[in-house]
């Protein structure tokens, strides 16, 4: 599987580094030929169940954003292309398949099959790290007959989208009576806004403008209808259009939309740092802490600590340039995650799909064995790969831009060494020297180097070929 080297990364708590490696070595044992459920290099990112093989829509977007990461050992978007390839006339994709059969996995929760619709987020990400567009112009139909399935199928007559609960995968979460999903309209809005910035690199003016447009209603439906501002939050509403009183974590998918004016975002992200609300001791609870049902133990969604919704918020934090608080809480989760690995009873530790709110552990669920899922590294990776590179070190990489940004919320022995950016091998480390601090740099062609220190100082500087050093005090 070893063909080249993976990214390394530098950081001051070796733990870090560890779990980070840890994590690759570990995926390798997830790549799955479906013909003869044998490992294979060429199969699709797929968790090993027993009983079932399933390729699902949720996982494959959300662990794109980490496989872009492995400097091709593993491509990001193979789980993406067989959904793609499974499109029906109609434009449906459905949120899972059974590998075996290539069937679609429908239950009476959701009979449709509609999953959330976050392709082209992940299609927009995919381009700003491998630069390709053609694969850009190969999907857009694809995208776009998506859409047009899910207006079709599921919008209203207000302009908002009513689909089961299930869809969003939050399964026991109490948000009952939930006819128009906070999570699933914000998801869609944040689909037409990626929707318009593939058109943009397309050149398409009509496609960008086609779903600035959607987006644009959605924001004006989603601000009007969904915001209490008594209680500082966006609610799911039944189907007479009232909001119903429970808080989950799918209120915080309308920061990813870019959804909430200035006001409304300071006010939705005091609830993260709000003990009583969504600030636990492990962030960020499920369910707010406040409602009957949460559980210390997680009880899946009525409390569990999940990676995937952790990176979403995380996303969401940055939209608004907190930058700090997405580190901070990133740090946290991660310490918990690798609390998780070497727990400190010294029994044997893995990492999970789901963790305890207010205290070390997996989250647990009564009556269900399976739960949760152990080395679920379909999302876990997101908070060891992905949010380690992007939040903790504080990387954000654009190869159609040929920029690097890299904000440094303190100054530390930290950084990343050989991240294939498209045949371009890059290093970047910071380190104390005689001289003070500086940066070093490698690189085998010319980029873009923005650098953001403490918010202080920000500059922007052409890295050339070969490598270099700066001083940060002489910036």
Known sequence: MNKKDFPKIHFYDQDFVDI????????????????????????????????????????????????????????????????????????????????????????????????????????????????????????????????????????????????????????????????????????????????????????????????????FSLKTRINSLMWNSETGFYHDLDENEQKLPHKTIAGFWPLLAEIPNADKADTLISHLTNPQTFGTDHPFPTLSADDPHFSENGEAYRGSVYPEFNFMVIKGLEKYQRYGLARECAIRHLYFVLEGLQPADGKKGDMYEAYKPCREGFATLEGCESFPKVRCMQTVALSTIAIMIENVIGLSISLPRKTVDWIIPNLEIMGIEKLSLKRNLITILSNKSTRGWEIQMESEKLYYFTINILDQKKKTLPIPSGKCSMLIDKL
């Not at 790549?31 to 079932?52: C, M, V």
């Not at 996982?59 to 067989?82: G, K, M, T």
């Not at 109609?90 to 059969?101: E, L, T």
């Open 20 to 215: 980070y490696d840890k994590s690759w070595n570990w995926l390798s044992s997830f790549w799955l030929d479906p013909k003869t459920q044998e490992l294979s290099a060429d199969g699709y990112f797929i968790y090993p169940n027993e009983k079932s093989f399933t390729i699902d829509q949720f996982e494959s977007i959300f662990s794109s954003f980490f496989l872009v990461y492995s400097n091709r050992n593993y491509p990001a978007n193979q789980n993406l292309d067989y959904l793609y390839s499974h499109q029906e006339e109609n434009g449906a994709i459905r949120w899972k398949y059974d590998i075996k059969s290539g069937k679609p996995v429908l239950d009476s929760s959701n009979p449709e099959g509609i999953g959330m619709p976050l392709f082209a987020w992940a299609e927009f990400n995919l381009y700003h790290k491998s630069a390709n567009k053609r694969r850009v112009r190969e999907v857009m139909p694809v995208l776009q007959k998506y859409m047009a399935w899910v207006d079709e199928k599921f919008k209203k007559e207000n302009g908002l989208y009513s689909v089961p609960v299930a869809a969003t995968t939050m399964k026991n979460s109490p948000r009952d009576g939930t006819y128009y999903p906070v999570d699933f309209n914000s998801a869609m809005a944040i689909n037409a806004a990626h929707m318009s910035a593939l058109g943009d690199i397309l050149n398409d003016k009509d496609l960008s403008f086609q779903y600035k447009r959607m987006y």
